[in-house]
């Protein structure tokens, strides 16, 4: 799709020379007609994004009730968050204590 500028400045262009000739008002109709078919495809395009993203925050959703991590009022269970908190530090510290190991066998070479 062309910069909106463009299109406006050949619209423009197009009216000026607009006297007895009705043909440029004819090409300005039919440019006008085409930029909204582009602006209605990128809308659709938009709603089609919006509606997997929506999909796919329900799944996830979905998947986190099931391993408990909300009550029936859907008020998340902090027990749960704290232990896949917890699951995560414990990974963080286990990768960096991997990572100071390699690098200190790379330095002993």
Do not use: C
Not at 80 to 99: F, N, P, Q, T, Y
């Amino acid at each position: 799709m062309e910069p909106h500028g463009q299109w406006r400045r050949e619209i423009d262009i197009r009216n000026g020379s607009l006297t007895g000739d009705w043909w440029p008002f004819v090409e300005n109709i039919n440019a006008i007609l085409s930029r909204l078919d582009e602006i209605e495809n990128e809308f659709s395009d938009l709603e089609n994004k919006v509606d997997e993203t929506l999909g796919l925050i329900k799944g996830i959703y979905k998947s986190l009730h099931k391993l408990h991590f909300f009550d029936k009022e859907r008020k998340l269970n902090w027990k749960a968050v704290e232990l896949i908190g917890e699951l995560l530090d414990d990974r963080k510290r286990s990768e960096e204590e991997e990572e100071r190991r390699a690098d200190g066998k790379s330095e002993n070479k």
